[in-house]
């Protein structure tokens, strides 16, 4: 079945940078949009990054184009996110997803699968 870890949230500093990771397996990787999205408690979920199979193309929230950088390694089925000039609301739980549609800024129920989630905190 599908499996999606993520890894490298930690707490940072404002104007530092993160690398998160997620490693998938389960499934034929190269053939899936694969995006981050996060979720503030009281908040919905929302899409911070996608790329499409190929990595040809991708899409950022408003919020974060010029800071982040969204990229995949089909060979070894890793997705990842760099996070630079990270603020305080940046904070969050980091979510990995992998579909076959584009995603949506703000998922449905059941949209795609979902890793575990990691915990980003940006705070001096």
């Known amino acids: 079945q599908v499996q999606l870890v993520e890894s490298g949230g930690d707490l940072v500093q404002p104007g530092g940078s993160l690398r998160l990771s997620c490693a998938a397996s389960?499934?034929?990787?190269?053939?899936?949009?694969m995006s981050w999205y996060r979720q503030v408690p009281g908040k919905e979920r929302e899409l911070v990054a996608a790329?499409?199979?190929?990595?040809?193309?991708?899409r950022y929230a408003d919020s974060v184009k010029g800071r982040f950088t969204i990229s995949r390694d089909n060979a070894k089925n890793t997705v990842d996110l760099q996070m630079n000039s990270l603020k305080p609301e940046d904070t969050a739980v980091y979510y990995c997803?992998?579909?076959?549609?584009?995603?949506?800024?703000?998922?449905?129920?059941?949209?795609?699968?979902w890793g575990q989630g990691t915990q980003v905190t940006v705070s001096s």
């Open positions: 997803n992998a579909a076959r549609s584009p995603p949506p800024r703000v998922p449905g129920p059941g949209f795609g699968s």
């Open positions: 790329i499409a199979s190929s990595g040809g193309s991708t």
């Open positions: 389960g499934f034929t990787f190269s053939i899936y949009f």
